[in-house]
């Protein structure tokens, strides 16, 4: 990204000190962006669980991304501390971090900024670490993950913007940078969620219910995610 259009996202994203960019949008979809101030004291509540690299969180309405961005900064603060200049661990922990974060909104420019941002958020990090852009084959799996995990959709209906059931991929980081990839229905997650926790979004141990997912892929190496195909049923 220029830093023209950084400049230029950074103008766009938030919605000023009001959390209001338009009254049109108001009117039409309900739409006031959480300011920054009170999305950072509403995740201190949670602050542990923001330091967790592999701790999901789902933004139902996401915007473009004031939450999101904010945890994603703060797991990011937990691989710097603990991978340091190990560059190679650090790519895959950034990968398990974008990994954790969901959200779904019904404006598709709020779903194409939301995912710029967070694209942008590992960017500056990784430069602000290494010295160095992010590499491009890391780039390209944090490009995917995001395609997937930001949905463009109604989390009331349960439906994504083609009509289609929301589905959301679940991440699971395994032994030699390894990742594992399994697709759920979000309609058939909250249709139990009243009963008993979900495994995408919940760590109730033996509580959990656990859903037959709709893709199920290989392990893979992470790099290679953006080429796996789901296994033939």
């Given at each position: 990204?220029t ?47 923001c ?97 997937t ?15 289609l ?48 997912p ?20």
């Amino acid at each position: 990204m220029t830093e023209e259009a950084r400049c230029k996202l950074s103008r766009d994203v938030g919605g000023g000190a009001s959390g209001v960019r338009s009254r049109q949008r108001v009117i039409d979809h309900g739409e006031v962006l959480t300011p920054p101030e009170l999305v950072n004291q509403m995740l201190d509540l949670v602050a542990w669980e923001c330091k967790r690299i592999d701790s999901r969180f789902l933004e139902p309405a996401c915007g473009d991304g004031n939450f999101l961005a904010e945890v994603f900064r703060r797991k990011l603060e937990t691989v710097m501390e603990s991978r340091g200049r190990d560059q190679a661990r650090w790519e895959f922990d950034a990968v398990v971090s974008v990994c954790s974060l969901y959200g779904i909104d019904l404006l598709p420019d709020n779903v194409a900024a939301c995912r710029e941002r967070l694209l942008m958020v590992v960017d500056e990090a990784y430069l602000s670490q290494f010295k160095q852009p992010l590499p491009e084959p890391v780039r390209r799996v944090v490009e995917f993950v995001l395609t997937t995990n930001i949905v463009h959709g109604d989390a009331l209906s349960l439906k994504a913007a083609d009509g289609l059931p929301i589905i959301f991929a679940d991440w699971s980081a395994m032994t030699g940078m390894m990742l594992k990839r399994r697709d759920y229905s979000f309609g058939e997650l909250l249709g139990h969620g009243a009963i008993m926790s979900t495994p995408l979004f919940s760590d109730l141990g033996r509580d959990v219910f656990v859903p037959k997912p709709v893709s199920d892929y290989p392990a893979c190496h992470y790099l290679g995610v953006p080429d796996a195909r789901a296994k033939s049923r």
